[in-house]
């Protein structure tokens, strides 16, 4: 009963933007298809294949039913007579994105956010994002209904690991968390076990969140076969590796570890916490310690980078092209938003952006799971689609090589979800989970944007189609 609940719910809160009599052109997901065949022969590519290794030129990946049947140099792969071909001279083939910190919603105000149903998904895949976890949900029965619609093909987007409602404690610093009994460990564990039976295997817990309920959380997720995630204050990072957690979101940058005096339980102002991250020396034993601690606890660490981007002075505008795809009010506020950003030129919050992304590498140098997000919130500069390819970006700005890079947006956020066997890498037998690059980001990692079609389970969308479709419709629906 619980489950056909969800089901209802989910449907009828995302119904509005999937059956209006005003749907804008391309509602049918078969529209978006560009290449549809059950045998399809990508040729002559550039492959950056997710293992890290380095770029091959002159690839052929043979698709044989939505799976990956050869990849070899050109000339090395027999093409079936049936198969259909097609030419990627020029272009840059990548294993769909695997993105762990993204959501469903957009803020459209003050502590005001909005689903986005329906542009996010098309927006996502459009970017090459073939499979994402929703890191916390402000509206998990909707975000349930169009993961079902999706794996039913009554609309296009992502594979979807769906995550329940943030959970938290007393105070919580957004009305739109979940405050199970105003943190207490009993009603914790009953929310993860509702959410389990709807079908959620990821919980997100938030600031506030006392270390007693975080471990309740943990332990009945665990008992289940669930993942616990955390974007932590009261709760440092280290305490929560010690209580098991899986994940910890945005890197570094939100830690408490490097407070001075920090209390226990207690969220320092956040001005304190972005003091301590500015100052952060990362190869400092304090920093190397919290590194080792992560790596022995087999604790992930997802960067978020594009949603710290948008609090640093100094960094770039969203393009005119990603604008296009707001709203008038959410271009508006975003633009107001970046303004404020800009004139305010705290040095903190650059030495802070500087520091993170050095930990970020540090971590992953030192063996630890680094793996990628966008987390589309904050003050609207994160949107799906272009974000996903600014994360891969930035992560060659911190030091990455492009190679490096692709593998933490790929294979590592598939390792995490233990679906590693089945896509992440550009490799014989897995899903034909690809994206067609027109361009060469060994030149320019922003080439990375240039998505032109994204191969899912075999089938290739045209990523402007997706795009089109959607265009102005963020911030909206």
């Not at 969800?6 to 009828?12: D, E, R, S, Y």
């Not at 399809?40 to 039913?65: E, K, S």
């Not at 970006?393 to 590592?412: H, K, S, Y």
């Not at 989970?433 to 990692?445: E, F």
Request: include cysteine.
């Amino acid at each position: 009963m619980k489950r056909l609940l969800a089901l209802c719910l989910g449907l009828l809160l995302t119904v509005g933007a999937s059956a209006a009599p005003d749907q804008p052109p391309g509602v049918d997901p078969h529209s978006f298809v560009a290449y549809g065949a059950n045998v399809l022969a990508l040729t002559g590519a550039q492959l950056i294949d997710g293992t890290g290794a380095a770029p091959r030129p002159h690839v052929t990946v043979l698709i044989r039913d939505g799976r990956i049947a050869a990849v070899d140099e050109d000339g090395s792969v027999a093409i079936p007579a049936d198969a259909k071909r097609i030419d990627l001279a020029g272009k840059t083939l990548l294993p769909g994105y695997v993105m762990l910190h993204e959501h469903l919603f957009y803020p459209t105000g003050r502590l005001s956010y909005a689903s986005m149903p329906y542009s996010f998904p098309r927006l996502y895949l459009a970017g090459g994002v073939t499979t994402m976890r929703t890191a916390g949900s402000i509206n998990p029965y909707a975000d349930l209904g169009i993961k079902q619609w999706i794996d039913s093909g009554r609309a296009v987007g992502p594979h979807i690991f769906f995550t329940g409602p943030y959970i938290t404690a007393a105070s919580p610093e957004f009305p739109i968390m979940q405050v199970p009994d105003f943190g207490a460990p009993r009603a914790a564990r009953a929310e993860v076990r509702h959410w389990i039976d709807l079908g959620a295997r990821d919980f997100k817990t938030y600031t506030t969140i006392s270390r007693k309920t975080l471990k309740a959380v943990i332990d009945e997720a665990h008992a289940h076969g669930a993942r616990v995630t955390g974007h932590l204050c009261s709760v440092t990072f280290a305490e929560a590796a010690n209580l098991g957690i899986d994940d910890l979101e945005h890197g570094v940058f939100v830690a408490t570890d490097f407070v001075k005096d920090k209390q226990p339980d207690r969220c320092p102002p956040n001005a304190e916490v972005a003091k301590s991250i500015a100052a952060l020396d990362v190869q400092g034993a304090p920093a190397q310690g919290l590194i080792h601690t992560l790596i022995a606890h087999h604790v992930a660490l997802t960067s978020t980078l594009p949603v710290i981007e948008a609090f640093t002075p100094g960094r770039p505008a969203l393009p005119a092209d990603v604008l296009d795809l707001m709203s008038a009010s959410a271009r508006d506020n975003y633009l107001r938003a970046y303004a404020a950003v800009a004139s305010a030129h705290s040095q903190t919050a650059i030495d802070a952006f500087k520091h993170g992304m050095a930990f970020e590498k540090a971590f992953l140098d030192a063996g630890g799971l680094l793996v990628s997000g966008t987390d589309p919130t904050g003050n609207g500069g994160v949107v799906p689609g272009y974000s996903n390819a600014r994360e891969v970006e930035l992560l060659v700005e911190a030091g990455l090589t492009l190679p490096q890079a692709v593998q933490v947006a790929t294979l590592n956020g598939a390792r995490f979800l233990h679906i590693d066997k089945e896509t992440g890498s550009v490799a014989v037998g897995k899903r034909a989970d690809l994206s067609v690059i027109d361009g060469d980001p060994t030149r320019s990692p922003s080439e990375l944007r240039r998505v032109q079609v994204v191969f899912k389970d075999g089938v290739g969308y045209d990523a402007a189609k997706l795009r089109d479709s959607v265009r102005g419709d963020v911030g909206t629906r």
